[in-house]
C-alpha cells in the first residue's frame, strides 16, 4: 500500500504515512479491483465501509424503477464515496457506485473508523475530523447539482455547470470529469439534446470544446 500516496487524501490529511500502514490493520482495510462498468455497490444494498479510489474512477448513479439514468457525482483518486451509507449500515443505498474505468478500491470498515482505539490516540481522531470536512464537502456537491438542474433550459444547465468548473479550476479552459452521457445524465437531460445545444453555443462564439475539454469564450 502507498501510504505516502494516503497522506496526501483529504481522509488522511495530517496524518504521517509511517502512522497510517497501522490505521489500516486497525481499519481492516481491504483492496480490490474492478473492472469498467462494474458494480461496486448495488442500489437497495448496504455498504459497511468506506470506498476510498486509489486509481481510475467511479460515478454514483441512481436508476428508477423505468431505467432512466441520473449521475450524481464522479469520484478519481484520493476521493471517497459511500461513507454516509456505512456510517449507517441499516439504511438501504438510494445510488450506485459503478467503476467507470478499471479502478482499484481501498475499503475500510466504518465500524472501527467511528470507534477510536483504546488509547484514543491523536491520528485516530484526526481521521474523524477528516471524514466530517469529507461529510460536509459531499453535501455542498449534492446542492451545486440541485442547483445546476434547477434551470429549465439545457442552455441554462450547461452554462451553470461550466461556469462553475471554471471559477473551481480558476481558468477559461478546463477539464470535466464526465464523458457525453455521462454528463446529459448528471444534468438531467437527453444526450442528443445536449450535443445539438453544445454544437449551436460553438456556433454562436460561447464555447469551445475537444471531447471532455472545454474553453469558455468571455465577450
Known sequence: MDC???????LFR????EEIEQLLHCLHAVQRGYKKGEAIYKMGG??????LVLSGSVTIENDDVWGN??????VGPGQVFAETYACLPDE?????????????VLFLRAAQLLSPCATACGRHVQLIRNLLSVSAQKNLTLSRRIFHTSAKTIRERLLSYLSFQAIRQRSDRFSIPFNRQQLADYLGVDR???????????AE??????????????P
Not at 4 to 10: N, R
Not at 93 to 101: G, I, R
Open 46 to 51: 448496504t455498504a459497511s465501509a468506506i470506498g
Open 14 to 17: 495530517g496524518i504521517k504515512a
Open 69 to 74: 439514468r441520473s449521475v450524481l457525482d464522479s
Open 192 to 202: 442528443s439534446a445536449l450535443s445539438k445545444e453544445m454544437s449551436k453555443m460553438r
Open 92 to 104: 438501504p443505498l438510494m445510488v450506485s457506485v459503478v467503476a467507470a474505468e478499471h479502478t482499484e
Open 4 to 10: 505516502a500516496f494516503l497522506s496526501c487524501t483529504p
Open 205 to 218: 462564439g460561447l464555447i469551445d470544446f475537444q471531447k471532455n475539454r472545454f474553453e469558455l469564450k468571455r
